[in-house]
């Protein structure tokens, strides 16, 4: 499976962002997939993730009220929906393949740079 996310900018504080990530080389729909970020100096971070269905989502702490995962079955394409973006949100961010339970993943794609700013 490989993936590749995109979407990543340069926005202010409180504005929004929706990161994608488009996946090929496998079927799509049954996988579940999640969302990572990093900064430098700092470990890897669980952002969210989905189940295969697009169902069930489990978020990071915190991070529910402004973020939202989804996936598109029919575009092979899993999504990050971000709200009221903080300095704090400036990171790569990475999507992943769910192996087993939410955060355990076993094919990632190249990271996308969100970076907020005023």
């Known amino acids: 499976v490989q993936l590749q996310a995109s979407g990543g900018g340069r926005v202010q504080p409180g504005d929004s962002l929706r990161l994608s990530c488009t996946a090929s080389?496998?079927?799509?729909?049954?996988?579940?997939f999640g969302w990572f970020r990093q900064t430098l100096g700092r470990e890897r971070e669980f952002v969210a993730a989905i189940s295969l269905s697009g169902l069930t989502q489990s978020y990071g702490g915190g991070l529910e009220p402004r973020f939202a995962i989804s996936k598109d079955n029919a575009k092979n394409t899993l999504y990050l929906h971000m709200n009221s973006l903080k300095s704090e949100d400036t990171a790569v961010y990475y999507c992943a393949k769910i192996y087993s339970g939410w955060s355990n993943m076993d094919y990632w794609g190249k990271g996308t740079l969100v970076t907020v700013s005023s």
């Open positions: 080389g496998g079927t799509f729909s049954r996988y579940g």
